[in-house]
């Protein structure tokens, strides 16, 4: 089996099943590239060098903490993994007990995203015929804590508001991959969809002098926003709630203020 060292670990709203139609689309000329809303970094991962200069931004913490640690102390973090069990009790133990060091709460948050249903970290993911949820190799995730801490070798972590963000690191050759909590849906407690100022980030976004690429549900909301952009209607799979044929397909926009839609 194929270990997909792009990745690190599941997360709600992941562009796992996206990365394939958005690398096209980034422009070839971009002098720096820039994720406000980094996630798990199914995108940044993807390709070996977007540009010279790579930021990679998260209002939660968790995620900053983890890739600063994957980063910086690898050996570490795969010291505190590498004996731990697809155990139903130890992830229980994991969701009522803190980590102390920042290296203790990178493995503990990583253990609960990768071992729970969905990677929601609050329940603990059980299966009945495959090799997935609490049953996956914790070998395989040792080998993605190599791949990604090569991957993060000149990439800045930072952790801040995305208006801070961007107006920081703005001007003519930027580019940003924007990803932010989306109008309607599951998040995560710092990414509320309900709490979300959709109209902030769109107005930072106009008045930019760099280019930007943004995934978004395809809704009333998000298409008059940006109405005047040029906008690409796609579908991918429903990643959790895939039962359900009529939930099977998910619609989403990519919105771009720069050419796309031949592309």
């Not at 969905?118 to 804590?145: C, D, M, P």
Request: proline share 3%.
């Amino acid at each position: 089996m194929t270990i997909d060292t792009k990745s690190l670990l599941n997360w709600v709203g992941g562009k796992r099943l996206l990365r394939k139609t958005i690398e096209p689309l980034v422009p070839k000329d971009i002098q720096s590239y820039i994720e406000p809303f980094g996630g798990a970094g199914w995108v940044l991962f993807y390709k070996e060098r977007w540009a010279d200069l790579e930021i990679y931004n998260d209002l939660d913490g968790r995620l900053v903490n983890l890739f600063r640690i994957v980063k910086y102390h690898p050996e570490a973090l795969k010291d505190e993994l590498k004996y731990l069990l697809g155990s139903r009790e130890m992830f229980m133990q994991f969701i009522n007990t803190d980590g102390i060091t920042d290296i203790q709460k990178a493995a503990r948050f990583m253990f609960l995203i990768t071992r729970s249903f969905g990677g929601r970290g609050e329940t603990y993911g059980t299966v009945k015929k495959s090799s997935g949820g609490a049953s996956k190799s914790q070998g395989n995730i040792l080998l993605k804590i190599d791949a990604i801490h090569k991957r993060l070798d000149k990439v800045l972590v930072e952790n801040r508001d995305f208006e801070k963000l961007i107006s920081q690191y703005d001007f003519e050759g930027a580019f940003f991959y924007c990803d932010p909590p989306y109008t309607f849906g599951c998040g995560y407690e710092t990414t509320s969809t309900k709490d979300f100022d959709h109209e902030r980030l769109k107005e930072i976004l106009k008045n930019i002098k760099g280019r930007f690429l943004l995934s978004y549900d395809d809704s009333e909301k998000v298409r008059e926003l940006y109405k005047d952009y040029e906008m690409i209607a796609i579908e991918r799979l429903n990643g959790i709630n895939n039962k359900d044929r009529k939930n099977k397909m998910f619609k989403e926009l990519l919105i771009a203020n720069y050419p796309i839609k031949e592309t």
